[in-house]
């Protein structure tokens, strides 16, 4: 029963997503940074670990934005392990907890830029294991 709900609520979700992502012309105006793979362990999770690649979407008219984020990449891979890591596994399980983590990601790592600003975040995988 579970994995069902969880199942539907995944489809809904990834059905919202392409509507979101339908509307922008991705080709003329946004451009997606990928960070390496995020592994942590997460708070008071003992011996659980989470995984997350997670990808950051710009505008292309922030000419100078992808030589800072690669600049960066390891101090803004940094900071998103440790926002991971300061989560505990009911957390990072609730499904309806990753808007808000989305969020304050993207809080976070705009607070570090200076050439642009990252305009959606997005998971492309999301594991507890």
Known sequence: MRTKAFTLIAI?????????????????????????QIVVNPLGGGMSMFSA????????????????????????????GFYFS?????????????????????NTINGLLREGRITEISFSRFNIM
């Open 12 to 36: 809904a979700f990834l059905c919202m997503s392409a509507s979101l992502y339908a509307s922008k012309d991705y080709t003329k105006e946004y451009a997606m940074f990928d960070l390496d």
């Open 53 to 80: 690649m997670v990808s950051l979407e710009y505008k292309q008219s922030d000419k100078n934005l992808p030589t800072e984020l690669k600049n960066k990449k390891r101090v803004i891979e940094d900071r998103v």
């Open 86 to 106: 300061s989560k505990t596994v009911e957390e990072l399980r609730k499904f309806e907890n990753r808007e808000t983590f989305k969020d304050e990601i993207m």
